[in-house]
Nanobody
């Protein structure tokens, strides 16, 4: 199976940048889609973006305005979420997830493996 660990969250001011990491261990990611999701208190877990592990193709929520970029490094089994021009509404727990079926889904229900989450707080 796959284990995922997020890191890199913290407290930042609006307009600043932050990079999150998701370190994976276990089985190969050759046929996986990897996704980033976020969840604020009292709200549904929402899709942020995904990446095809094999070819690096990525797709993002249209609500992000091009501010977030997903990348991956196969050498260290790490996926990154580079967040720029952060807004107050970006405050949430951010989760990485893996879909071994390779469906490229935007739904959390289609991702089998999840990390523990890392808190991102954007505040003045």
């Amino acid at each position: 199976q796959v284990q995922l660990v997020e890191s890199g969250g913290g407290l930042v001011q609006p307009g600043e940048s932050l990079r999150l990491s998701c370190i994976a261990s276990g089985d190969t990611f050759s046929d996986y889609f990897m996704g980033w999701f976020r969840q604020a208190p009292g709200k549904e877990r929402e899709f942020v973006g995904l990446i095809n592990w094999r070819n690096r193709d990525s797709f993002y929520s249209t609500s992000l305005g091009g501010r977030f970029i997903i990348s991956r490094n196969t050498a260290n089994n790490t996926m990154y979420l580079q967040m720029s021009r952060l807004k107050l509404g970006d405050t949430a727990v951010y989760y990485c997830a893996a879909d071994p079926q390779g469906a490229g889904s935007l739904s959390p229900d289609d991702y089998e493996y999840w990390g523990q989450g890392t808190q991102v707080t954007v505040s003045s």
